[in-house]
Each structure stands twice: as C-alpha cells, then as structure tokens.
C-alpha cells in the first residue's frame, strides 16, 4: 500500500512520456500478421535518418547522468517501482496504440502452444549465467510463458516506438522490417560473388518475427530460428503451425547462439536482430566468432539494434531512459562495445552501418571469400 500512490504517479509520469513520444492510435491493425506484411512496398528511407552530435547518449557509459541513473537503479526500493512502472507503462502504451497487449497474451496463453515444448526443449542445454537473470520486468527473464506470449505486443510495440509518426502499426513494421531486409539485400549483393541467399540463420529469433520476415523475403532459401528460451519458440512453432505451409518450414532450434552446435560454413546469411543491447560483451564477442564460423566465404552477416547516433536516442527523456536503463541490463555494455572493432577481429571485411530507421542501425558485414 505504502508504495500504491508513489507507483501510480510514477507510472503515470511514465506513460505520459511514452505517450507523447508515440503517435496518435489509427486504427485497430494487430490482427495483421506482422510478419506477413509486405515489406517490398513499404516507403523507402534508408540511410536518411537523423544522427545526433554526440558519439552514443550521456545516458550511458562513464557520464555523470549515467552514473546517476545507475545509482537511482541500483537503490532497490526505487528499483522495484521503476519496474513495475515501467511494465504498467509499456502495456498501456501498446493499448493506446492498437496494440492488444493483455488480448494477445491471453490468446496465446489459453492456446494449445504447451504442447510444443518437448518437440522443441533441448534438456542438455546449459543456460548461460546472464540469462538467468530477472529481464525485461520479469523475474525469470525470458525462460516464462509470460515473457513468451508477450514478446509479440513487445515487439510491435518496439516498432511503434521507433516510427511514431508512421499512419499505422502496418507501416512502422513494414519501414523498420523492410529497410533492414533491403540493407541486407543491398550489402549481399554487392559483396557476395554469388549473391544466392540459400541458408539463412536468425540468432536470437525470439517468437519468429524476424525469421518469419527473412523466410518471406528470400522464399526459395531455408531458413533456420534459434534462441535460448524455449518458451519462445514454442511460441514460434505453435504460430508456424497456424500459417499457410511454407515450400521451406522454417526449422526451430534451441540453443546458444555462442555455441550452436551446427556445421561450419553452412549459411549464406546469419542475421542477429535485437539481440545484442540484450548480452554482456563477451556474450556479443562470441556470438559475432560464431557467426563467422557458420557462415560461407561470401557469407553475410547482418547486426540490427540500438544506434548509437540515433538522434532521437540522444535526445531521449530522462523518465524514459531511466526506464529502458531500469529494464535492460546490459545497456551500457551495448552502447561501450566497438562493435566495428569487433567484428573486424572475428575476421569480416566490408563492414558497413546504417541507419535504418530513426532508432535503430542496421551493420552488415561479409566472410572474405
Ligand atoms: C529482442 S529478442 C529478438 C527479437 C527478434 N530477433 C526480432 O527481431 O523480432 C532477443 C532474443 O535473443 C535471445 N537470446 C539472448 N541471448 C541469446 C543467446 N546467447 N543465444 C540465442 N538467443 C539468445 C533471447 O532469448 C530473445 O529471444
């Protein structure tokens, strides 16, 4: 009780901001499979997108506002608020935007989707340390069937929040999707002699947004998702099932993408998207040498996340980072990776960065052949 009135006015002062950097609700759209969407029509903007002056936010890194939000953080009575405030505030953000949060959740939570965990769960699995963490609001992270039935109003939530003046929910996904799909498209066939995407692995696929958007755009390769939580890949297979049978079933594969276990050299295209400001660096470290192991000589490998020279993420309210901050634990290790550097040491050449939409930057780079 003591807590009710602090965390409402706080909740409160957080969907306000998260509100008035969001657009106006359109129309009801969710019904829409993302996924499905066609991104080739979608308005093209690539590159076009606003960089700010500065190297990456004040929000992060060694700064005297960083230190402060991370102390703020730290102090765990106000910690727990800001979680709670933060998970009140991203639901009824959605809800104002056409994003069914608790209808969605609910659908799949009353679904057959149990079913799939023993096709999909690997039981020799060992969790890294970093994943077993509370994430994202949650206190079991991503390993829940909460987190999982969730992740799909997370997501299109994500895409809202990054295109807020888009007309509808349709457009931001089909502008973010379809700008990352065209850089990769882009970079493949401008540095790979045989521009033929046959294989492609989606590290970190979550419920199969981006692996259901990569299958669609390259129809004739085989497509492979795989993560760590096998609650979302429930989730993704039990989704699968429901759509119209693709020539290629997408495969689901539980494991780590630090160590997947699969056939070097085998894939044309390794995409890892979101996935990042989600690891310590040691984590990005080894999922970009995987990467590189899988992929063929040729082989594209395609980074999507946080940018840091987004001028909108420069400028971000300090009610609002301190929430992103408040629920992503590994922000500043995101945002203090050299990912350029990284990626040069794991051996890859032509690497190339882009903003692909006002938040967030897309880097592709190629195995040498
Ligand atoms: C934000 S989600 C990715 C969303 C998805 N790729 C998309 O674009 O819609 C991040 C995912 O990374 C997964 N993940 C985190 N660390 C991983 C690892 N080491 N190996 C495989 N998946 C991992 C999490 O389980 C989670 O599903």
Same mark, same amino acid.
């Given at each position: 009780?003591?807590?009710?009135?602090?965390?409402?006015?706080?909740?409160? @002062?957080?969907?306000?901001?998260?509100?008035?950097?969001?657009?106006?609700?359109?129309?009801?759209?969710?019904?829409?499979?993302?996924?499905?969407? &066609?991104?080739?029509?979608?308005?093209?903007?690539?590159?076009?997108?606003?960089?700010?002056?500065?190297?990456?936010?004040?929000?992060?890194?060694?700064?005297?506002?960083?230190?402060? %939000? *991370?102390?703020?953080?730290?102090?765990?009575?106000?910690?727990?608020?800001?979680?709670?405030?933060?998970?009140?505030?991203?639901?009824?953000?959605?809800?104002?935007?056409?994003?069914?949060?608790?209808?969605?959740?609910?659908?799949?939570?009353?679904?057959?989707?149990?079913?799939?965990?023993?096709?999909? *769960?690997?039981?020799?699995?060992?969790?890294?340390?970093?994943?077993?963490?509370?994430?994202?609001?949650?206190?079991?992270?991503?390993?829940?069937?909460?987190?999982?039935?969730?992740?799909?109003?997370?997501?299109?939530?994500?895409?809202?929040?990054?295109?807020?003046?888009?007309?509808?929910?349709?457009?931001?996904?089909?502008?973010?999707?379809?700008?990352?799909?065209?850089?990769?498209?882009?970079?493949?066939?401008?540095?790979?002699?045989?521009? %033929?995407?046959? =294989?492609?692995?989606?590290?970190?696929?979550?419920?199969?947004?981006? $692996?259901?958007?990569?299958? =669609?755009?390259?129809? $004739?390769?085989?497509?492979?998702?795989? &993560?760590?939580?096998?609650? !979302?890949?429930?989730?993704?297979?039990?989704?699968?099932?429901?759509?119209?049978?693709?020539?290629? +079933?997408?495969?689901?594969?539980?494991?780590?993408?630090? &160590?997947?276990?699969? +056939?070097?050299?085998? !894939?044309?295209?390794?995409?890892?998207?979101?996935?990042?400001?989600?690891?310590?660096?040691?984590?990005?470290?080894?999922? %970009?040498?995987?990467?590189?192991?899988?992929?063929? +000589?040729?082989?594209?490998?395609?980074? $999507?996340? !946080?940018? @840091?020279?987004?001028?909108?993420?420069?400028?971000?309210?300090?009610?609002?980072?301190?929430?992103?901050?408040?629920?992503?634990?590994?922000?500043?290790?995101?945002?203090?990776?050299?990912? =350029? *550097?990284?990626?040069?040491?794991?051996?890859?050449?032509?690497?190339?960065?882009?903003?692909? =939409? +006002?938040?967030?930057?897309?880097?592709?780079?190629?195995?040498? *052949?």
């Amino acid at each position: 009780m003591a807590l009710s009135s602090p965390l409402q006015n706080l909740s409160a @002062l957080i969907a306000a901001s998260a509100n008035a950097a969001a657009a106006p609700p359109r129309r009801r759209s969710w019904a829409v499979d993302a996924a499905a969407s &066609d991104t080739s029509t979608a308005p093209v903007q690539l590159g076009g997108y606003e960089e700010g002056k500065l190297e990456r936010p004040k929000w992060v890194g060694e700064t005297p506002l960083s230190r402060l %939000v *991370q102390t703020l953080i730290s102090f765990k009575p106000l910690y727990s608020i800001l979680k709670l405030g933060a998970r009140r505030a991203l639901i009824s953000t959605a809800e104002k935007n056409n994003i069914p949060w608790r209808e969605m959740a609910k659908e799949i939570l009353e679904s057959e989707v149990y079913r799939e965990m023993d096709s999909i *769960q690997n039981q020799s699995l060992v969790y890294p340390d970093y994943y077993l963490n509370p994430f994202h609001a949650y206190e079991e992270g991503n390993l829940t069937w909460l987190a999982a039935a969730e992740a799909e109003a997370a997501t299109m939530s994500m895409a809202r929040r990054a295109l807020p003046d888009a007309s509808s929910l349709e457009e931001a996904n089909q502008i973010l999707r379809g700008n990352w799909l065209r850089a990769i498209e882009q970079h493949h066939t401008q540095y790979s002699e045989s521009s %033929v995407i046959s =294989d492609i692995l989606d590290i970190g696929c979550s419920v199969g947004i981006s $692996t259901r958007y990569l299958a =669609d755009k390259f129809p $004739t390769a085989k497509v492979t998702g795989l &993560d760590l939580s096998p609650y !979302f890949l429930a989730v993704a297979q039990h989704k699968q099932k429901k759509e119209t049978p693709r020539k290629f +079933p997408i495969r689901w594969i539980h494991a780590n993408g630090e &160590d997947t276990g699969l +056939p070097s050299e085998s !894939f044309d295209l390794v995409s890892i998207a979101f996935v990042l400001h989600e690891c310590p660096t040691r984590v990005m470290v080894n999922l %970009v040498k995987e990467a590189f192991r899988l992929l063929r +000589p040729g082989g594209t490998l395609a980074l $999507t996340d !946080f940018s @840091l020279k987004s001028k909108v993420l420069q400028e971000l309210s300090p009610v609002l980072f301190t929430l992103v901050k408040s629920t992503e634990p590994f922000l500043d290790e995101y945002y203090l990776t050299d990912m =350029d *550097q990284t990626l040069r040491e794991a051996g890859f050449v032509n690497i190339t960065s882009i903003l692909t =939409d +006002p938040r967030h930057v897309t880097i592709t780079a190629t195995v040498p *052949q």
